[in-house]
C-alpha cells in the first residue's frame, strides 16, 4: 500500500463516538450507507470511525470487551467497508487512557491519585484505568489485536497514552515502580521527587504506545499508527516513535485564531505528515453547535497554506446518525479547500527566518507559551516568512537569512554555538530578554568550582533540564560541557571581572546545590552586551528612536513586562531604558497603577552588533510575552520596524492589514505565496465566551505585492487562474491582488 497517502488526503472528519448506554433508543438509528452518504457528499476523504468510545463500549463485532448494548450491527466494520467503496480512507479511533466499563467491572484497574482516591465516579466521562494494570493485557491488547485481525483500516488513533497529570499510585504501579528503581513510589516521593515520578509515568506510557505498536504492525504493517498528541511541539521523543503521522489538536477555544498558522508552521518541517485538529463545535468537544462555512474556511485555509493537514471534529447523535445541516457547512468549506489542495500539498516553506521558541507541555487547551506566541504573532502580522522550531531542534541554518529568539528559548551551549556560527557567517538575529541568559558554570571564570547538576549547568533557566530529559533531547545540553573555549566560558570570562569588582552576584555553589544567579548570555559575544542585573521595576518605557517609532506615538513607549540591566560591550544602543517614575506602593499612587515614566536610565532597550558579517539585535525585556499577554500594538511595530531595518534578504513585502497573513511555499521550482485574511466578530462577555465566531469575513482590495526576485517572469492569481500585471522595479518585481476575500494563492514562476 502506498504510504504516501496520508499527505494527500488533507479533508479528514473525526467522528466522535463517545457514547453512554443509557438514552432509550441509543444507536437505533445507525444505517451505514446513509452515514457514509454524509461523507461523500461533504467532500471527506478520510474519516476517523471509533472502535472504542471513552465510556468502554465496542463498536464492533467483538469477542473482547464489551459491546455497546444498543448497537446491533458492526459499526466500525460497516463504517468501513462503506467508505472503501468510496474511496474513503478509515482510521481506527480507540480510547486508551478512559474506559469506564474496564475499571467500573475492575476496580483494581482504577488510576489512583496522591490522596489513594479512584480517578473516576465524578459523574463526567473521565473514568481512567491505568494502563499498568491488567487493562492492558486483558482488555487493550486482546482488542488490538482483534480489531487488527478483523478489519483493513487504513490507519489508527490510540486516545490518552497519559497517566492524568502523570502520576498514578495503584499498586500496579507501586509493583512496576519498585522493580525498577529498587524503592518505594508513594505521595511524599511525588511531592519530593517530582519529575523522577513524572518520568516513571510518561515512560510507561510511551512503553505502553510501543507495545501496541508493535501489535498492529506484526498484523498489518501498512496501517498508519498514531497517538493523539505525538508530534506537536515538546512531545517525548519516545511517544513520536511510535506514531507513524502526528495529531496537534487546535481548537480556536485556546483563545487564538492564530493556533491553526502557529501549529503549522512548526509541523512542516518534521518528518512525518501531521494534522491540525479543529472542530465542528464551537466551543468544546461534543457541544453540538456548529461553525459557519466562513469560519471553517479561515480555519482550512490558516492549516492547509501553512504546510498542515486538515482535520475536523464531528460527534455522532445518540440515534448513531449524523447531523446532516453540519455537512452541508463541511462540505462547503471541503469544496473551497479541494479547490485549493492542488497548490498545498506536498509543498515545502521557503526559508527566511527560524523562530526557534519554548513551549509549555499542557494538553489541548493550553494557553501555551505566551514569548513563543507573541514573537509568532508579531512575524505573522509583520507578514514576515517564517518557520518554527523547538528549542535545540533546529535544522541547519544555512538556508535561512533571520533567527528570532523569544526570551523563554532553552538553548544547549551547542545550539548558541550553532547561532553564532549562523551571524558571523551574515545571519541576522533577534533575541529578547533572557534567551541564551546562563546559569554560569563556575569553574575557571569564576573559580568556585560549581559543576552544576547534570546538563542543567548549561541551560538558561532552572527546569530546562527536566524538560529536556523528558522529551528525549537529554545529552544535547550536556554534550559541550568542557569545551575550554566554549561562548559561555569566554562570556563568563568577560564578565567576571565586573560581577567581581561590583560585588555583583557570585556564582560559586556546592555540586548538587541550586543553580547559582545567571551569569551571562550564552550568546553575549554575539549580542554585544553582558548581562548585569535586574531591575526593582515590573514594567518600563522605552525612549524613542525616529525610525523604530514608525507608525507609533513619539512618546515613551511602556512595556508591561521587567527590563534586563545589560552593559553594551560592542553594541549600539538604539532606545535606551526610561524607569517609570516608581512603583506602586502606598503613598506612591498615581493615576493608573503603571506610573509614567521618569529617569533615562544608562542601559539600552534595545541594541544592535555587528558580529563577524552578520548582524544581532537585542531587546532588553521580554518583550513577546508583554505582546502576546497584553496585546500592546506598539510593541509588535516597534520590532517590526527594527527587523524592516536590518533583514535586508527578503523574499517578499506586502501593503495589507496585519490580519492578513502571508506565508510563502514552494515544490518543483514554483513558489505559492499564500494570502489568508482573517477577520471576527465583536467581543461580548470576555470571561464566559471562549473566542469571538467568524461570521463573514469583508474582503480586502488591492494589496500590493513585492516580489525580491528579478527572474520571476509569471504571477497567476489562484485559484481562479488570473495572470496578475508584472511590473518590474529595480531588483524586485510588483504585482497588485485586486480582491482577497479568504484566501488566494500568488503561483509564481
Ligand atoms: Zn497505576
Known amino acids: 500500500m502506498d504510504k504516501n497517502w496520508f499527505s494527500r488526503h488533507i479533508r479528514q472528519v473525526h467522528v466522535d463516538f463517545h457514547m453512554p448506554e443509557f438514552p432509550y433508543d441509543a444507536i437505533k438509528g445507525f444505517n451505514a450507507k446513509e452515514f457514509v452518504a454524509e461523507f461523500v457528499r461533504a467532500k471527506v476523504n478520510v474519516v476517523g470511525i471509533f472502535t472504542k468510545c471513552h465510556f468502554g463500549n465496542a463498536f464492533y463485532d467483538n469477542s473482547v470487551g464489551h459491546k455497546h448494548s444498543g448497537l446491533k450491527e458492526d459499526f466500525f466494520g460497516e463504517v468501513l467497508e462503506e467508505a472503501h467503496k468510496h474511496g474513503i480512507k478509515v482510521i481506527a479511533y480507540y480510547s486508551l487512557g478512559t474506559d469506564a466499563y474496564a475499571v467500573e467491572h475492575n476496580p483494581d484497574w482504577y488510576q489512583i491519585d496522591k490522596d489513594g482516591n479512584k480517578r473516576g465516579g465524578k459523574g463526567n466521562v473521565w473514568e481512567l484505568p491505568c494502563i499498568n494494570s491488567p487493562y492492558r493485557e486483558e482488555l487493550v491488547i486482546p482488542q488490538i489485536k482483534e480489531i487488527t485481525e478483523k478489519y483493513p483500516m487504513d490507519g489508527y488513533l490510540l486516545d490518552i497514552p497519559y497517566f492524568w497529570d502523570h502520576h498514578c499510585f495503584c499498586s500496579y504501579c507501586k509493583k512496576k515502580f519498585a522493580e525498577e528503581y529498587g524503592r ?148 462547503e468549506a471541503f469544496a473551497f479547500v479541494e479547490q485549493r489542495e492542488e497548490l498545498c500539498i506536498g509543498a515545502q516553506s521557503s526559508k527566511h527566518a527560524a523562530l526557534i521558541g519554548g513551549y509549555t507541555e499542557n494538553w489541548y487547551f493550553e494557553q501555551g507559551d505566551s514569548a513563543t506566541l507573541g514573537a509568532a504573532k508579531m512575524l505573522i502580522e509583520g507578514h514576515h516568512q517564517f518557520d518554527i522550531f523547538y528549542n535545540d531542534d533546529f535544522p541547519d541554518l544555512s538556508a535561512y537569512k533571520v533567527v528570532v529568539l523569544p526570551e523563554t528559548v532553552r538553548l544547549s551551549e551547542r545550539s548558541a554555538e550553532r547561532i553564532a556560527e549562523f551571524v558571523r557567517g551574515g545571519g541576522l538575529l533577534l533575541a529578547a530578554g533572557n534567551a541564551t541568559l546562563s546559569a554560569g558554570r563556575g569553574g575557571a571564570a569564576f573559580g568556585g568550582g560549581h559543576a552544576g547538576p547534570g546538563g542543567a549547568g548549561v541551560t538558561s533557566q532552572a527546569g530546562a533540564s527536566a524538560v529536556m530529559g523528558l522529551s528525549g533531547a537529554s545529552g544535547a545540553a550536556g554534550s559541550s560541557l568542557g569545551t575550554a573555549d566554549s561562548l559561555a566560558a569566554r562570556s563568563a570570562a568577560a564578565n567576571s571581572g565586573e560581577l567581581g569588582t561590583s560585588g555583583g552576584p557570585g556564582v560559586q555553589g556546592t555540586p548538587g546545590a541550586p543553580l547559582p544567579s545567571p551569569a551571562n548570555f550564552l550568546l553575549a559575544e554575539v549580542l554585544g552586551v553582558n548581562y548585569l542585573d535586574r531591575t526593582p521595576y515590573p514594567f518600563a518605557y522605552m525612549t524613542e528612536h525616529d525610525e523604530l517609532w514608525q507608525g507609533t506615538a513619539a512618546i515613551p513607549q511602556l512595556v508591561e513586562a521587567p527590563f534586563l540591566k545589560v552593559k553594551p560591550s560592542t553594541a549600539e544602543t538604539l532606545s535606551s531604558v526610561q524607569w517609570p517614575l516608581t512603583v506602586p506602593a502606598p503613598q506612591r499612587a498615581f493615576r493608573h497603577p503603571i506610573p509614567p515614566a521618569g529617569r533615562i536610565s544608562d542601559f539600552p532597550a ?120 508584472v511590473k518590474r522595479d529595480g531588483q524586485a518585481v510588483k504585482v497588485v491582488v485586486p480582491k482577497l476575500h479568504i484566501h488566494n494563492v500568488l503561483e509564481i514562476r
Not at 511510535?242 to 492564530?258: H, N
Not at 537585542?618 to 497584553?630: E, G, L
Not at 497573513?661 to 477577520?679: S, T, Y
Open 606 to 725: 534595545i541594541t544592535v552588533n555587528r558580529y563577524g558579517s552578520g548582524t544581532a539585535l537585542y531587546i532588553a525585556a521580554p518583550i513577546f510575552t508583554a505582546f502576546w499577554d497584553n496585546n500592546h500594538f506598539w510593541l509588535r511595530r516597534i520590532v517590526d520596524n527594527l527587523l524592516n531595518k536590518y533583514d535586508t534578504g527578503k523574499l517578499f513585502s506586502m501593503e495589507a492589514p496585519v490580519t492578513v497573513e502571508a506565508n510563502m511555499m514552494e515544490r518543483d521550482g514554483v513558489r505559492f505565496l499564500h494570502l489568508i485574511n482573517f477577520q471576527n466578530g465583536h467581543s461580548g462577555n470576555r470571561k464566559k465566551s471562549f473566542y469571538d465566531p467568524i461570521e463573514s469575513i469583508t474582503p480586502v482590495h488591492d494589496i500590493k505585492v513585492t516580489l525580491y526576485d528579478t527572474n520571476v517572469t509569471s504571477v497567476v492569481l489562484q485559484p481562479e487562474g488570473h495572470p496578475l500585471d
Open 184 to 331: 518505594e513510589l508513594t505521595p511524599e516521593l511525588y511531592a519530593t521527587d517530582r519529575q523522577t515520578v513524572v518520568q516513571f509515568s510518561k515512560q510507561s506510557a510511551a512503553r505502553c504506545m510501543q507495545e501496541i505498536y508493535d501489535v498492529v504492525k506484526s498484523i498489518r504493517p501498512e496501517v498508519l499508527v498514531n497517538c493523539n498528541g505525538a508530534w506537536k511541539m515538546g512531545e517525548p521523543a519516545d511517544i513520536n516513535a511510535t506514531s507513524d503521522y502526528g495529531l496537534w489538536e487546535s481548537q480556536p477555544a485556546s483563545g487564538t485564531f492564530l493556533c491553526h498558522s502557529i501549529r503549522s508552521r512548526f509541523v512542516r518541517n518534521l518528518p512525518v505528515p501531521v494534522q491540525i485538529m479543529t472542530v465542528r463545535f464551537t466551543e468544546g468537544w461534543g457541544l453540538m453547535s456548529c461553525k459557519t462555512a466562513e469560519q471553517l474556511k479561515y480555519e482550512f485555509a490558516a492549516i492547509m497554506a501553512n504546510g498542515g493537514i486538515i482535520n475536523v471534529g464531528d460527534q455522532v447523535l445518540p440515534s448513531g446518525k449524523l447531523q446532516s445541516g453540519v455537512y452541508d457547512v463541511i462540505g
